[in-house]
């Protein structure tokens, strides 16, 4: 099978810790002997330090987005240091370069591509042009709810959900200054023009990844009816 995983910043950099960086290079290796496996890496607490202190210095957002970019990438190098030579030995800069990458046999790891995006639609794209089987999203939290669970008491989680519901709620939270999408509109929308298979899920034990991969887990799953 091939899967692409995406490993949000909050996830995997909160702060720098080499633990959770070795805790998830040993599941990604477990999970590449019978899979090809494609790693995306977001930027974490870094990444927004970066770019609210480049805004304050009066950047556009353009130059923010290639700061992000660039710890994407940093974040996808501790990785790899931490696959050793399980990995690609460096994180590809487009999709074609991933692609080519992964003929190697290895474990491909990346960050970001383009400004205007995050990682979960560079995820979304990835999985796209690779023909992956599985996107699994690994966020902090633990799947796609009807609405922000950390602001609305009410909000009720989805067990599977279609694309369309998916762009929906997207849509409904991405309006709200501030909103903590669980996935950005473009990547939702690539998941649904490919009806790519994704699970949504807290990425915080490792081990959910692996499980989810064998079926077992307690994210959201997105795909057509
Ligand atoms: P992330 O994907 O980490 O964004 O990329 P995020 O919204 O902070 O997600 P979490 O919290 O990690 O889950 C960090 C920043 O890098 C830029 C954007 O500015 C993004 O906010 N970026 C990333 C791009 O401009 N293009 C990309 O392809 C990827």
Redesign the pocket.
Known sequence: MKVVISV????LARELNPEKFKSYASMLKELSKKNAVFVVT???RA??DY?NVARELGADEAT??????K??RINARLLIAALGESAYHEPPLDYEQAKKASLSGRIVVM????????????SAVLAEYIGADLLINA??TDGVYTSDPKKNKDARKFETMTPAQLIEVVMKTEMVAGANSPV?LLAAKIIERSNIKTIVLNGDSPQTILDAVYGKHAGTVIEKN
């Open positions: 949000g910043g909050s996830v977001g930027g974490g990444a927004r770019i923010c987005d290639i700061l992000g970019i710890i994407t960050g970001g591509v383009v400004p205007g995006q995050t990682t979960d639609a560079v966020t902090s950005d």
